[in-house]
Nanobody, 121 residues
Framework: QEQLVESGGGLVQAGGSVRRSCAAS????????LGWFRQAPGKERGFIAA????????YYADSVKGRFTISRDNAKNMVYLQMNSLKPEDTAVYYC??????????????WGQGTQVTVSS
């Protein structure tokens, strides 16, 4: 059974940093890819970042490119999202996910519980 358990996040000031962590079960961690999505109030859940299992190639949404970094620790079955230079518009519930690539779109197929990140101005 796949399981994703998230930690980290909370309240941070604009310009600050926060790191999200996600512990993945063995089966989830050995999947094609792991990624992060976010959902702001009144908006649809959207892709932020993904990392491929085979070679750890990373992919980012334009809105976070250069500010966020996704990484994985194979020894610990963990995936991380380092979020720097945060803006109030980054405020959202953030979700860790098992992901697959369909065409040019990353799709979440299994989800963590989601955690709120609030960026104050």
């Amino acid at each position: 059974q796949e399981q994703l358990v998230e930690s980290g996040g909370g309240l941070v000031q604009a310009g600050g940093s926060v790191r999200r962590s996600c512990a993945a079960s063995g089966r989830a961690f050995s999947s094609y890819g792991l990624g992060w999505f976010r959902q702001a109030p009144g908006k649809e859940r959207g892709f932020i970042a993904a990392i491929r299992r085979s070679d750890s190639t990373t992919y980012y949404a334009d809105s976070v490119k250069g500010r966020f970094t996704i990484s994985r620790d194979n020894a610990k079955n963990m995936v991380y999202l380092q979020m720097n230079s945060l803006k109030p518009e980054d405020t959202a519930v953030y979700y860790c996910a098992v992901v697959i690539l369909t065409g040019t779109n990353w799709i979440g197929v299994n989800w963590g519980q989601g955690t709120q990140v609030t960026v104050s101005s």
